[in-house]
């Protein structure tokens, strides 16, 4: 039995197709959703920012160079967001979500990931990032 993965809409004016639907479903023409949210560092009353590691998938049978994928906030709320290697990938805050998009060198090989490390600075006591 396979696994649900709760589809996400993402929309994105510089691709053709203009929104992906990402979902568990295996899609001929390629598709790219967020397999995997993993924080690897702590923020502190301080310092308040958290580190991610973020899997991005393709789950397509062709490569793809313009990609978009978000991730959700869960609680709390985002000052910014930052990904110190831009040659990958680029993010976003755009309310309860982060929005992550291709960079040069972010291209996803068919049936591959990649992982891409997102630093998260808030604001109030703490946040929570999720799928």
């Known amino acids: 039995m396979k696994s649900y993965i709760r589809?996400?809409?993402?929309?994105?004016?510089?691709?053709?197709e203009g929104v992906y639907a990402a979902s568990g479903?295996?899609?001929?023409t390629g598709g790219v959703s967020v397999?995997?949210?993993?924080?690897?560092?702590?923020?502190n009353p301080d310092?308040?920012?958290?580190?991610?590691k973020v899997t991005i998938v393709?789950?397509?049978?062709?490569?793809?160079k313009d990609w978009s994928a978000s991730i959700s906030v869960v609680s709390g709320t985002v000052d910014s967001v930052i990904i110190?290697?831009?040659?990958?990938?680029?993010?976003?805050?755009?309310?309860?979500?982060i929005v992550i998009t291709s960079g040069p060198g972010g291209e996803i090989a068919?049936?591959?990931?990649?992982?891409?490390?997102v630093d998260v600075f808030y604001k109030?006591?703490?946040?929570?990032?999720?799928?």
């Open 35 to 43: 397999s995997d949210v993993v924080q690897t560092g702590w923020g």
């Open 7 to 16: 589809p996400v809409i993402l929309a994105n004016e510089e691709l053709s």
């Open 84 to 97: 110190y290697n831009g040659w990958f990938a680029s993010a976003s805050a755009d309310g309860d979500k």
């Open 47 to 52: 310092y308040k920012n958290n580190k991610y």
């Open 110 to 117: 068919a049936g591959g990931s990649l992982d891409i490390d």
């Open 58 to 64: 393709n789950s397509g049978n062709e490569a793809l």
């Open 25 to 28: 479903a295996v899609e001929s």
């Open 124 to 131: 109030g006591d703490s946040i929570s990032i999720g799928k």
